[in-house]
């Protein structure tokens, strides 16, 4: 077993004992490998221990790797999980599987019209400032159900959930209480629309806490894939 493998299986593990120890089922959790900077050799040694979705920051990097591995390997999915600017908005609709990273009306817009008719609706996640940092995207939490009105009937769009990237902080009652208010913004935005089942919070750092908060979908890079390149 390769190294990419073997973390890849204790990532899981951990995952398991934290659903565990949640009382969760294990098949409400996913796991996204964040692929970004790292070579198409180490994913496919990820692809070859059992792991299919993959989330990548950068469009243009992002993009090569789909058009050398997507023929190859079409059940993978590709995720992505960084900021979107509007003129690589085309690129995204027409090779990303899902966008996690919507946080206004004009992009959703956008990836709607651009997203090809051949395929199935563009997977999106709005993506939350949860922490309030100014040095973060997202919308701040008060303005998520408005967004989710406005964009719920686009066409070329299917809303799945929320996304965030919490605060960076040694302050565990400070993390949970933002993996919280994200789940219970979740909760509400689930109850208004039934295609709504995907929460994405929670890194390598901190994927136990996600999970007991209600994650559904941990991104893990660096506990995979090593440090970045």
Not at 34 to 43: E, F, H, L, M, N
Not at 52 to 72: D, M, P, S
Not at 124 to 137: A, D, F, P, W, Y
Not at 151 to 159: H, K, M, S, T
């Amino acid at each position: 077993m390769n190294n990419i493998a073997q973390h890849l299986q204790l990532v899981q593990d951990r995952i398991a004992k934290a659903a565990s120890e949640s009382s969760r089922p294990l098949g409400d959790i996913h796991l996204l490998a964040v692929s970004k900077t790292k070579p198409i050799a180490d994913i496919e040694q990820a692809y070859a221990a059992g792991q299919r979705q993959f989330g990548e920051n950068y469009v243009q990097e992002a993009i090569e790797k789909i058009q050398q591995l997507t023929h190859k390997y079409p059940d993978m999915r590709w995720h992505l999980i960084g900021p979107l600017q509007s003129n690589k908005s085309r690129q995204v609709a027409e090779h990303f599987d899902w966008v996690q990273t919507v946080d206004r009306l004009k992009i959703a817009q956008r990836l709607s019209e651009q997203r090809p008719s051949h395929l199935p609706p563009l997977n999106i996640c709005l993506q939350v400032n949860v922490s309030g940092e100014s040095s973060k995207s997202g919308l701040i939490p008060a303005e998520a159900l408005a967004l989710a009105a406005s964009l719920a009937d686009l066409p070329g769009l299917r809303l799945r959930g929320l996304m965030a990237i919490p605060e960076h902080t040694d302050d565990v009652a400070r993390l949970e209480s933002q993996f919280l208010e994200l789940k219970q913004l979740f909760d509400r935005m689930a109850e208004i629309y039934p295609d709504v089942d995907t929460l994405s919070m929670g890194m390598s750092e901190d994927l136990e806490m996600a999970v007991a908060c209600g994650s559904t979908l941990v991104r893990v890079g660096t506990a995979i894939f090593g440090t970045r390149n």
